[in-house]
């Protein structure tokens, strides 16, 4: 994949938001949460392989990194 890191977090960092206050992350949360993401993200591009979008598969990681927050 020939897209950055700093590209997506640029591009996509408001629909990451977004998706993780819309899944009950609270407002002071949302700082930590969202660098969270994009941790996963950091760690896993190098599997992405295309068989979604890329918003889809940030939507995934959003919803299971704001799913973990709250059990906590």
Do not use: N
Request: aromatic fraction near 8%; glycine fraction near 6%; charge should be positive.
């Amino acid at each position: 994949m020939s897209t950055t890191l700093h590209e997506i977090m640029r591009e996509h960092v408001g629909f990451v938001w977004r998706t993780l206050q819309r899944s009950g992350v609270r407002d002071a949360d949302l700082p930590d949460q969202c660098q969270e993401v994009f941790l996963v993200v950091h760690k896993k591009l190098p599997e992405f392989r295309g068989d979604s979008t890329l918003r889809t598969w940030l939507y995934g990681i959003a919803l299971h990194v704001a799913r973990a927050h709250r059990r906590r």
